[in-house]
Structures are given as structure tokens and as C-alpha cells.
């Protein structure tokens, strides 16, 4: 049962060009959203987050938006570099006792130059 | 500095061996965790120790076993290891249990024969 989901196992972007990368979640209790960045035979680097009780949150080139009616969320990039270049993971907590993050598994975006 | 290190980065072993990971932070987080991530890329918690207290402990063998000498260090163990248990494992910290982002470190690879 895969509560956070990413369904776009890669993307392929245009230096310059926008990056859209989306994530689902099934989970209603979840109440705060993070991204993470991943390059290879490193660790995650957190990227952005979001908060349930608002809807977007935007940091320099990134920014989350959160429709929780859908229980959606998407991460912009704008604009692309090469060096974003990376897995992205979606995750989510419900905010309980134990900040237990649920991930989803991931989006590898190319951009090329 | 490193913010979150393990120890070793890479670890090959053979079935039937035990072997330990290790993993230390500086940033006087509170609250610690271990993620396993499999073949498939699925990032998945495994287990989380607050102030040297287990909070998490998620369906894993109990040939796996967390160990926190003090706050700063969350130390994995596994016996009798199996091929299943090949993956890579990370490390990350969080400041407390209420939220925010949590800090990894750059994994482990384990490979088992």
C-alpha cells in the first residue's frame, strides 16, 4: 500500500524550460509535505517544504504547490539548470508523534543543456 | 563539516556474516532514523530513536537491531545477513519529533554474497 505515489519515474527538460514534478498521496492525515533532492551515491538534500494549511510555498527557483482537495502536490523548477539534474522524492507526515516521513519513489529529471 | 556520516560507505559481506553501520550527527538533533532503500528505489523507514528512546520500529526481522549509545549516535546492527538484505541504508536527524525536515546522511551500500 503505497500512500505517497510519483508516477513519472523520469522527465527530460530543456535547459531554461520549466520542470513540473508531481506526487500524489492517499493518505488524508498527512499534514506537511516535503521534496528532496538526490544525486547518485549521495543522500537526500531537502529541498522544499509545505505546510497542509497552505498552498503554495515558493524558494528562489522552486516552488510546491499543494491542492489538497485532490491530494496533489507538484514541484516547479524554473529555470532548469544542468545542475538540477537528479532523482526528486516526494514525501509526507502525518505531523504524529514521530515525524515518520513516507516517500515516494521518485522522479529522475534530465535537463539537458 | 559533516552534518550526518556513516560508516562504512561501502559494505560487502558475505550470507550468514553480522555486521554493523554506524552513523553520528553534530547537529545536536534529537531524534535519529534509519531508512532502507531497496532495489527498486523505495526509500523506506526502519527505525527512529529520540533522546536515545526507540519511537519507531517498523515490520523489519529482528535479525536488525538499532542501537543508540547517546543522542549524537544511531548504530545498526544485523545478524545472519541474507541477499535480501542488500540495499542501501541512510541515516538522518531531525531536531525533534514535531515536524521539519530531516538531515541524511550519504548511505551505506551494502551488498550481500
Known amino acids: 500500500d503505497q500512500q505517497v505515489k510519483q508516477n513519472s519515474p523520469s522527465l527530460s527538460v530543456q535547459e531554461g524550460r520549466i520542470s513540473i514534478l508531481n506526487c500524489d498521496y492517499t493518505?488524508?492525515?498527512?499534514?506537511?509535505f516535503l521534496w528532496y533532492k538526490k544525486y547518485p551515491a549521495e543522500g537526500p538534500t531537502f529541498l522544499i517544504s509545505?505546510?497542509?494549511?497552505?498552498d503554495k510555498n515558493e524558494d528562489g527557483r522552486f516552488t510546491v504547490f499543494l491542492n489538497k482537495s485532490a491530494k496533489h502536490l507538484s514541484l516547479h523548477i524554473v529555470p532548469s539548470q544542468p545542475g538540477d539534474s537528479a532523482v526528486y522524492f516526494c514525501?509526507?507526515?502525518?505531523?504524529?508523534?514521530?515525524?515518520?516521513?513516507?516517500f515516494g519513489t521518485g522522479t529522475l529529471l534530465a535537463v539537458q543543456p | 563539516d559533516t552534518a550526518v556520516s556513516q560508516t562504512p560507505k561501502y559494505l560487502v559481506t558475505q550470507m550468514g556474516n553480522d555486521k554493523s553501520i554506524k552513523c553520528e550527527q553534530n547537529?545536536?538533533?534529537?531524534?535519529m532514523y534509519w531508512y532502507k532503500q531497496d532495489s527498486k528505489k523505495f526509500l523506506k523507514i526502519m527505525f527512529s530513536?529520540?533522546?536515545?528512546?526507540?519511537?519507531i520500529n517498523e515490520t523489519v526481522p529482528n535479525r536488525f537491531s538499532p542501537k543508540s549509545p547517546d543522542k549524537a549516535h544511531l548504530n545498526l546492527h544485523i545478524n545472519s545477513l541474507e541477499l535480501g538484505d542488500s540495499a542501501v541504508y541512510f541515516c538522518?536527524?531531525?531536531?525533534?519529533?514535531?515536524?521539519?525536515?530531516?538531515?541524511f546522511g550519504p548511505g551505506t551500500r551494502l551488498t550481500v554474497l
Open positions: 514525501a509526507a507526515t502525518d505531523g504524529g508523534a514521530t515525524n515518520k516521513l513516507i
Open positions: 538522518a536527524s531531525n531536531r525533534g519529533t514535531s515536524g521539519g525536515e530531516q538531515f
Open positions: 547537529l545536536g538533533h534529537d531524534t
Open positions: 509545505i505546510s497542509s494549511i497552505k
Open positions: 493518505n488524508s492525515m498527512f499534514d506537511y
Open positions: 530513536y529520540n533522546n536515545k528512546e526507540l519511537i
